[in-house]
């Protein structure tokens, strides 16, 4: 890929420039690996996802609110246009509501660029990226990229509040790079303490960046990590409407940071944001009620589920987001496999975890139907079945397990 001979001039130190260049020739085969990847990879075929029940996405059945659907349509006469200004504007909104300045937060479409970019700009060789494990595979994916190290550290606790560990994610940290915390974490849906969170960003070595992906931060209780950014740390936090925003497929998202961090994501461009995710994000943000609304029918659907399954007899994670793990006692990808062929398509596993399958908490329409399937599947055996084949796709090319 073409480097450029003034990296300063993009907003990369001299030092970050060399590390990311290090890593440039093994970016070129690697795409920014998101959700929608891995949710594929694991699927038995492209599937339609208008056909069965997808629960293995992350995604909100509920999609965008209405104020969103509205704002989208009205915006669309003027799809001539590039509308920067709205860029700025909706930028300036979420920043006046968190108690930020306008230079702390980037929009982006989703927060799958900024994770990715973050990851790459801030490690290298000898600059590696810490992350939990079952962790969300994403920013292993970029430290790949980029030709670093992925240090992975057990959650503690697995049978039990299953957090990040990060008294041992800071003793593996030996040297600066990226801490990666992901909170509420996903595939777990379980929530590190903010004393923890806080120890993880007073004692990171320094140089690091603690990267806090808060894409389900909106459906727990817990608190908010953007008082770090407030504080001026080397905090970099990631939200994205994707989760309880139901825009996943509209593509929003923020990094929130300090501009120094920040403007070292230049160095991959500033492009310019569909109109329609910016009028639905801006909608949303303006809806008053809509995170006390979803979190409640999420998390109500959320509670049912783990009751029904915890009353048959099953572990779950005790996760406060859209998403749970369930340990069936199996191989997981044998349960997968299952319940692909009854036409409704759990998440995948995570390599520590080989028994349990993450569910994405659907509709209580799907959500039944889920329970029905997995009794059945359950009452029998499950030995020896794997996913009917499909095409390769463009992901397969480079899917393998990151060890
Ligand atoms: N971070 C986490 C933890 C996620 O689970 C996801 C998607 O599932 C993302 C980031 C990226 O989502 P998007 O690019 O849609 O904002």
Known sequence: MQIPLEPACNGLSRRSFFRYAAGASALASLPIVTEAHLAMAA???FADPNKGIHID????????????????????????????????????????QEGLAPENVRAFAGSSDPLHFTVLVNTSADHPLVVADPGYEAPMWAAKAGGAPVIKVPLADAKGTAKHDIKAMLAAATSPGVIYICNP?????????????EYAVGHAPKGSVVLIDEAYIHLCDEPRSLDFVKEGKDVVVLRTFSKLYGMAGVRMGFAIGKPELLKKLDY???????????????????????????????????KDNLTWLRSQGYAVT?????????????????????????????????????????ITVGTPTEMMAFQKAFTEVMSGSTAGLTMPDRPARRVDRTFTEIA
């Open 57 to 96: 996405a992350n995604e909100n059945p509920l999609g965008p609110s209405d104020a969103a659907r509205q704002a989208m349509i009205d915006i669309v006469p003027r799809g001539g246009r590039y509308l920067m200004n709205l860029q700025e504007e909706v930028e300036a909104i979420f920043a006046k």
């Open 185 to 197: 974490n996903n595939p777990t849906g379980t929530c590190t303490p903010r004393e923890e969170i």
């Open 318 to 358: 005790p996760s406060e987001s859209n998403c749970f793990m369930l340990d069936t006692r199996r191989p997981g990808k044998e349960v997968m496999a299952g319940m692909a062929a009854k036409e409704i398509f759990i998440g995948r596993i995570w390599p520590a975890w080989p028994t349990q399958v993450r």
């Open 43 to 45: 699927r038995p075929h």
């Open 268 to 302: 991959f461009g500033d492009n310019s944001l569909p109109i329609t995710a910016l009028a639905a994000a801006k909608a949303s943000l303006l809806d008053a009620d809509l995170v006390t609304t979803r979190k409640k029918i999420i998390g109500d659907v959320r």
